[in-house]
């Protein structure tokens, strides 16, 4: 986490860190996803209302026309109002198809798509998540894509691997499953969406004490909490981040704007 004149060579920037609907609605946080470099890759992860413009606004700049991958992890309008317009950015002027998405295939069928036609015409590799599947990008770096149960909609999370680049994943919005402790045990640094103090049964959203039981297995590196939802913005999210860091895990949660360099966690 830094305050850069210069981006780091790999990094992450939170263009948002809001969790459910009235977070969005406010905009007490931004809703604008996560933008990441990665290996040559340069995309952004989910982004709601208000992505182009946090780009626009960043500092140092970010140019939505220097992305060459979108991901989606579901099509919840929170993470993905502002897919076309980065898709526009993505391809500008471009007379071939360009840049890469991977998003759930609910995201371009059924009669509810998020992504345009006119759009989706328009990317060059259009990947879809599948529990296990890697994804190679554009660029060489991968993605493997991991269930989520998330509200009846296809959901996913990530795990960014790379020759000599550290791995880092993404828990999206979820319950808590079985299955993660085993599957993101190779990351350095995970993102976790922590929309809850505590998990409540009626909600597929990760809690903060469920972020705590999966950093005690896991031991990552760094653990980011984002997607907050009020009760826990309420509460304070860095006292909470602070308590339940480990000797081994460093727990932040994430603000608006925060950049994390990559590279310092090899
Ligand atoms: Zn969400
Ligand atoms: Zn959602």
Redesign the pocket.
């Known amino acids: 986490m830094q305050n850069a004149t210069k981006y780091p060579l790999n990094f992450v920037r939170f263009l948002g860190t809001?969790?459910?609907?009235f977070i969005?609605l406010s905009q007490r946080r931004a809703s604008g996803g996560i933008w990441f470099t990665y290996g040559g890759s340069r995309g952004v992860i989910?982004p709601?209302p208000g992505s182009l413009v946090r780009i626009c606004d960043a500092e140092p700049p970010l140019s939505a026309i220097d992305i060459n991958t979108i991901i989606l992890t579901?099509k919840?309008i929170?993470?993905s109002s502002d897919m076309n317009a980065l898709v526009e950015g993505m391809t500008l002027k471009s007379r071939e198809k360009k840049g890469s998405a991977l998003m759930p295939r609910d995201c371009v069928s059924g009669g509810d798509a998020v992504l345009l036609k006119h759009f989706a015409d328009r990317i060059k590799d259009i990947h879809f998540h599948e529990d296990r599947a890697v994804t190679k990008l554009v660029t060489g770096t991968t993605v493997e894509s991991v269930a989520h149960k998330?509200h009846g909609v296809e959901c996913y999370g990530l795990i960014f691997r790379g020759d000599g680049l550290p791995t880092w994943g993404v828990i999206?919005?979820t319950s808590a499953q079985a299955h993660f402790p085993e599957r993101y045990s190779d990351c350095r640094m995970l993102i976790i969406?922590t929309?809850l103090p505590l998990p409540k049964a009626t909600l597929d959203?990760m809690s903060a004490a469920d972020a705590e039981s999966l950093m005690q297995v896991l031991h990552p590196r760094l653990a980011v909490l984002t997607?907050m939802g009020n009760m826990l913005l309420d509460m304070g999210p860095e006292r909470i981040a602070s308590r339940i860091s480990t000797d081994q895990t460093r727990a932040i949660a994430a603000t608006d704007g925060m950049i994390i360099n990559l590279d310092e966690l090899s």
């Open positions: 809001s969790g459910t609907r969005m989910d709601g579901h919840h929170d993470h998330h999206s919005d969406n929309t959203h997607h």
